[in-house]
């Protein structure tokens, strides 16, 4: 066979194997779209007046996970808005930042083998924000069920006994208790527990493929956030989500009173309250 030939038969093969790759992940997005979206009013205007009440309240908050991409952006949206008179990370080692405006944070370091002998770090907070997450490729099965379903559990069951009557769970696009997909059902599972331990305000975010260049990055994550942040270039959000959306919402969404106790906001819902707090 002659090299023009071999090639244009390998060119022929990969564009075969592009356009069925191409039908099934459109099979999959349509499977997986998201439900009608919430309706979010614009915020904006009234952001500053919502802040400056929320800030009199003089209310206290810890976050889970502030070592973690979303976490950081979260505890970062946090100090920016100065809505909070206390803000306390929760974790299993000491962090280190070098700007002034972290200064006055309080850092509970704890075993999360033992979190029973940690429930002081627990007492005393209003809101409890969790990015507290691993991955099966990471830590093993075993691993991420012990870290994304045991720690985030315990954590809240010790939050709740602690007084906080609200909580903010960062989980995942799909997450479903009864399906056959280990990350999904376990994601399903701990929503629906945590739920049952009755706050005050419950908020469940699901985001899809988080769009951010991650500190520790495998080269199977690195395409498929490529690859989905070209659909989102393209106009399609229905699978993936910018990871500063992710964290504006969650501190947008604390603002806000629902009628509902329990919300869950699929990952177009959480673009859209980004998008409506936007200044």
Known sequence: MSVVKLVCTTLGKATGLLAVLFVVIAAIIQYFDDPDPVKFTSMAEDMKTLEENFRQQNKSCFILGASGETGRLVLKELLERN?????????????????KAYENLVQEVVDFEKLDDHAAAFQ????????????????????????D????????????????????????????????????????QVEAEIEALGFDRYAIYRPGVLLVDRQESRPGEWMARKFFGALTALGSTSMSIPIQA??????????????????????????NLGKSAEK
């Open 124 to 147: 005393g907070h209003d809101v409890g924000y969790c990015c507290l997450g691993t991955t099966r490729a990471k830590a093993g099965a075993d691993g991420f069920v012990r870290v």
């Open 83 to 99: 809505i909070f008179s206390k803000i306390t990370l929760i974790g299993r080692r000491q962090l280190t930042f070098e700007d």
């Open 246 to 271: 992710v964290a504006r919402a969650m501190v947008s969404n604390t603002l806000r009173q629902p009628e509902q106790k329990t919300e869950i906001l699929e990952n177009q819902d959480v673009i």
């Open 149 to 188: 379903h045991d720690y985030v559990l315990k954590s809240a069951e010790l939050a709740k006994a602690g007084g906080c009557t609200q909580f903010h769970l960062e989980s995942s696009r799909g997450a479903d208790k009864n399906s056959g997909f280990l990350y999904l059902k376990v994601k399903g």
